[in-house]
Each structure stands twice: as C-alpha cells, then as structure tokens.
C-alpha cells in the first residue's frame, strides 16, 4: 500500500525541513512548497496528495488562508492543516475537516491529526 502524501508548504527552510521530517517519521510520503504557487503547482500535478500542511503567513505573495480557499474550491478531498505563530484564522475560514495549528505545535498533535486526516 502506498503512503498518503502530505504537501508541506513553508517559506522559513529550517521549519520546511523540520516539518517533512516529522511527516516522514509518521508514516506518510512528503512533498515540499516554498510558497503557495509551488502548492498549486505540485495539487496539479500530483493528484494523490492526501493533505496540504501549510503556513498562513508566507510573504510576498499568496499566504495559507488563500491557498487553503483554493484547495478547498478546486480539490475538495484534500485535507488543509493551517499552522501560525502569528494569525489565528476565523473558524468560517477553517473548513469542516481541517485544523489549525499555533506555532510551536507538539509534533504528537500534529501527528495524531495527520493519521486522522488520512484515515
């Protein structure tokens, strides 16, 4: 059976990397996005993504909330995962399905929600 892919989309490389190691370690198959059209890129190209694990705040350019609208609208299955040290989205902006998380997260929590999420 093949893992399920998470899209981690994270514009600092020392969190990027930290964040695909932990993906890694729970079981699943990462790809990775500097930013939000990396994202897209790869949602187009890579149909078996499962979850999109992403910051909200990823300047220049289109943050989390937008991405996470576009996944969403266009790829409805895909899970979104928000993470933030600094914005707390309104729950309208949350869809049904996904989390949120602050920033620093406990690596159990975010796994345990991932393996849910995949379930």
Do not use: C, Y
């Not at 996005?33 to 949602?43: G, P, S, T, Y």
């Not at 600094?86 to 929600?113: H, N, Q, W, Y």
């Amino acid at each position: 059976m093949r893992k399920p892919v998470v899209l981690v989309v994270e514009d600092d490389t020392l969190l990027r990397l930290d964040t695909i190691d932990m993906v890694e370690e729970a079981g699943f198959s990462p790809l990775e996005a500097v930013n939000a059209q990396q994202a897209i890129r790869h949602l187009e190209s890579h149909p078996d993504i499962r979850i999109v694990l992403t910051d909200i705040d990823m300047p220049p350019g289109m943050d989390g909330m937008a991405l996470a609208k576009i996944v969403h609208r266009r790829w409805p299955p895909v899970a979104v995962v928000l993470v933030s040290g600094k914005v707390v989205p309104t729950e309208a902006l949350v869809r049904e399905g996904g989390m949120f998380f602050s920033k620093p997260f406990r690596r159990a929590d975010m796994i345990a929600t991932l393996q849910r999420l995949a379930a």
